[in-house]
């Protein structure tokens, strides 16, 4: 792993590991915020309709995940997921649009951002192969590995029935020939037969 990764990865996740354990220690406020909208989608996707262990549970997904990216464990995976939780937070807990006294709605405006910030951050985690080939680029290469060892085996196939077909034509030739010579043999050999 490059120094930049050792560094930028805990500096990502801290704030993740902290708003998860927030979240986990304090889910009041954020409860209430979520209440609605939880509301709306927890029995279409058969959750419990208690905000707040639904707000505990994102929280504490949220720390385990930022966790795990900080260390280096899972790292796709974990940011991955880091991406997802974020924005049903910054959605919930920024609402600057709603907001009617502007000194608010100029700090939710920053924080808002922060974390379109902290989406942006995860995203790029996300996608991150830390130099190596991706998944993607993986199954290209695998299908294009088979698709030239096919063709090499084909010709592989041709050069032996090639080679096959040469053989029979040659044995059955060297055949006709021992053939033809074992019979001028024999009416040589016979006494009384005509050359």
Same mark, same amino acid.
């Given at each position: 792993?490059?120094?930049?990764?050792?560094?930028?990865?805990?500096?990502?996740?801290?704030?993740?590991?902290?708003?998860?354990l927030d979240a986990v220690l304090h889910p009041t406020a954020r409860a209430q915020a979520a209440r609605p909208?939880?509301?709306?989608?927890?029995?279409?996707?058969?959750?419990?309709?208690?905000?707040?262990?639904?707000?505990?549970a994102v929280g504490a997904t949220t720390a385990v995940a930022g966790t795990l990216f900080a260390a280096g464990?899972?790292?796709?995976?974990?940011?991955?997921?880091?991406?997802?939780?974020?924005?049903?937070?910054?959605?919930?807990?920024?609402?600057?649009?709603?907001?009617?006294?502007?000194?608010?709605?100029?700090?939710?405006?920053?924080?808002?951002?922060?974390?379109?910030?902290?989406?942006?951050?995860?995203?790029?985690?996300?996608?991150?192969?830390?130099?190596?080939?991706?998944?993607?680029?993986?199954?290209? &290469? !695998? #299908?294009? $590995?088979?698709?030239? +060892?096919?063709?090499? *085996? %084909?010709?592989? @196939?041709? &050069? !032996? #029935?090639? $080679?096959?077909?040469? +053989?029979?034509?040659? *044995? %059955?030739?060297? @055949?006709r020939l021992e053939v033809r010579d074992v019979r001028d043999a024999v009416r040589s050999a016979t006494p009384?037969?005509?050359?």
């Amino acid at each position: 792993m490059s120094i930049v990764r050792r560094i930028a990865r805990p500096l990502l996740a801290a704030s993740f590991v902290a708003a998860g354990l927030d979240a986990v220690l304090h889910p009041t406020a954020r409860a209430q915020a979520a209440r609605p909208l939880i509301e709306r989608v927890a029995p279409r996707l058969g959750l419990p309709e208690d905000p707040e262990l639904i707000v505990r549970a994102v929280g504490a997904t949220t720390a385990v995940a930022g966790t795990l990216f900080a260390a280096g464990r899972l790292p796709r995976l974990s940011s991955l997921v880091l991406a997802l939780a974020v924005v049903p937070a910054t959605y919930l807990e920024y609402p600057f649009w709603q907001e009617k006294d502007p000194v608010l709605k100029r700090s939710q405006r920053v924080l808002f951002s922060k974390n379109l910030g902290l989406l942006g951050g995860s995203l790029l985690a996300a996608v991150d192969t830390q130099g190596r080939p991706g998944l993607a680029w993986r199954g290209r &290469r !695998a #299908a294009k $590995d088979a698709k030239r +060892s096919a063709k090499q *085996a %084909r010709r592989a @196939a041709e &050069r !032996a #029935a090639h $080679d096959t077909r040469t +053989s029979v034509t040659h *044995a %059955r030739d060297t @055949a006709r020939l021992e053939v033809r010579d074992v019979r001028d043999a024999v009416r040589s050999a016979t006494p009384g037969r005509p050359h």
